[in-house]
């Protein structure tokens, strides 16, 4: 029988996002904050290519963010409601990192695994936050899918996408637990 690691076992278990706006300060500093990364970056990535990067953004860049926001949504005439709630991610955070997807050219590895592991260091990263004891939420938003609003906000190239904004801080309320997936109805057994 294999080595049973429980408190890991247990942690993945009962693991609980937190809403991003119920984070607050302090937020993890730059050495706790290695440390997380450092996790995320051990995500499965078929063939060693490091098909993500990260954007930690601070503070100052969080406010700098929120008014462009302000200012991409009046450009396309979105609805008022849908600039204030993207605007409200990046204006009411104190730190959060992009993950951006960032695919290599490769003959082995096929572009769509290259984006699927970074949609998996998303999860390691909050993760590895949550299990270092802070609060963590995976967002994205119109936003992150608007390319004026990456290429020019952000500074992603033409064949660079956000995989994710993980917002980091100190939770100031647990979230109750929440209705999980039926297993015996998502799952299907094949023995031959």
């Not at 954007?55 to 204030?84: C, F, N, Q, W, Y």
Request: glycine share 6%; charged share 20%; net charge negative.
């Amino acid at each position: 029988m294999p080595a049973l690691n429980q408190a890991a076992l247990d942690f993945l278990l009962t693991r609980r996002s937190r809403p991003a706006k119920t984070l607050t300060v302090p937020v993890p500093d730059r050495d706790a904050l290695d440390v997380i990364l450092t996790a995320a970056a051990r995500t499965p990535d078929h063939g060693k290519l490091e098909p993500w990067r990260f954007i930690v953004l601070e503070k100052p860049a969080l406010t700098r963010l929120a008014a462009d926001v302000a200012e991409r949504g009046a450009a396309l005439g979105m609805h008022m409601d849908s600039i204030a709630k993207a605007v409200s991610q990046f204006a009411n955070a104190d730190l959060a990192v992009v993950v951006v997807s960032s695919p290599k050219p490769s003959e082995k590895v096929p572009a769509i695994e290259q984006v699927y592991s970074a949609g998996a260091v998303c999860l390691a990263m909050v993760n590895a936050a949550l299990a270092a004891g802070w609060g963590a939420n995976w967002l994205s938003g119109w936003a992150s899918h608007d390319r004026p609003f990456v290429e020019a906000s952000l500074g992603l190239t033409a064949d660079e996408a956000v995989a994710g904004l993980i917002h980091l801080g100190t939770e100031t309320n647990a979230p109750p637990e929440r209705p999980r997936p039926d297993l015996a109805a998502i799952t299907t057994w094949m023995s031959q």
